[in-house]
């Protein structure tokens, strides 16, 4: 149980084009899910925690006008890169938490390789 | 958020066992001790998680002294495919707290 997916896996666009990025808790209500990105041998950074039904909150010196996250339901969130550039091909990492309140722990899904040429 | 520190990298051979030590000097008391793994191209997987003491489960142990300022993760007889990166990660996860990742331990295991 507790799988969490992100669809597509990889994605290659080219500069000024948006990208959407999918993720699923599939056999769990996830009451927060949270973004990360990852650049090569770096380690995960936060970006932005989603509450299912209200707005996402933004880490510092992430632009939330440029990385659109909309959590529509328990299920799925949603992040859009608007206008990519170069400087956004990252790896894209979403986890959703149980919200079970004895042990919230956070699934991870696979991934999403973003390449902007 | 407690910061954690962790070596930077470790390397051991087959069979071996392995300990990956973190320090969380400020950690709070309501605070867990969570560690992930992370290969590359792939989102962290959960090893286990503590609060105090020992904790054991199907992959490995986790050792955390009585003042809880650092922890220990073990891994018995790693194999090849135990390569990968270790997270230590220090946070209230009652509350729904977002995991701050350190840089982690970069794991290699050879033959």
Same mark, same amino acid.
């Not at chain 1, 956004?88 to 902007?116: H, K, M, W």
């Given at each position: 149980g $507790?799988v969490v ?5 990889r994605?290659?666009?080219?500069? %000024?084009?948006s990208?959407?990025i999918e993720? &699923?808790s ?7 899910m @949270?973004?990360?990105?990852? @650049?090569?041998?770096?380690s995960l950074m936060l ?5 299912e %039904?209200s707005k996402?909150?933004?880490?510092q ?6 990385f659109?996250?909309n959590?529509?339901?328990? *299920?799925?969130?949603t992040?859009?890169?608007t206008?990519a550039h170069?400087?956004?091909s990252? @790896? ?9 309140r004895s ?5 991870? %899904?696979? %991934?999403? &390789?973003?390449t902007v040429? | ?7 930077i990298s470790?390397?051991?051979y087959e069979?071996?066992e392995v ?9 709070? *008391?309501?605070?867990?001790? *969570?560690?992930?793994q ?22 490995a142990?986790l @050792?955390i002294? $009585?003042d809880r ?8 007889r ?9 997270y230590?990660l220090?946070?209230d ?13 970069s ?5």
């Amino acid at each position: 149980g $507790a799988v969490v997916s992100q669809h597509p896996s990889r994605v290659i666009c080219k500069s %000024g084009t948006s990208v959407k990025i999918e993720c &699923r808790s599939l056999d769990f209500q996830a009451t927060t899910m @949270f973004w990360y990105r990852q @650049f090569p041998k770096k380690s995960l950074m936060l970006m932005a925690t989603s509450n299912e %039904g209200s707005k996402a909150t933004y880490e510092q010196g992430v632009e939330k006008d440029k990385f659109l996250i909309n959590h529509a339901s328990l *299920t799925l969130s949603t992040l859009t890169v608007t206008s990519a550039h170069p400087e956004d091909s990252s @790896f894209y990492i979403c986890s959703a938490q149980t919200g079970t309140r004895s042990y919230n722990e956070q699934f991870f %899904g696979p %991934g999403t &390789r973003l390449t902007v040429l | 958020l407690a910061k954690t520190t962790q070596p930077i990298s470790m390397d051991s051979y087959e069979g071996q066992e392995v300990n990956i030590t973190c320090s969380h000097n400020n950690i709070a *008391t309501n605070d867990y001790i *969570t560690w992930y793994q992370q290969f590359p191209s792939q989102g962290p997987r959960f090893i286990i998680q503590g609060y105090k003491t020992k904790v054991t489960n199907e992959v490995a142990s986790l @050792f955390i002294p $009585a003042d809880r300022k650092s922890s220990t993760l073990s891994l018995p007889r790693v194999s090849l495919s135990d390569t990968a990166v270790y997270y230590c990660l220090v946070g209230d996860t009652a509350s729904g707290y977002a995991l701050n990742f350190g840089k982690g331990t970069s794991l290699l295991v050879t033959p």
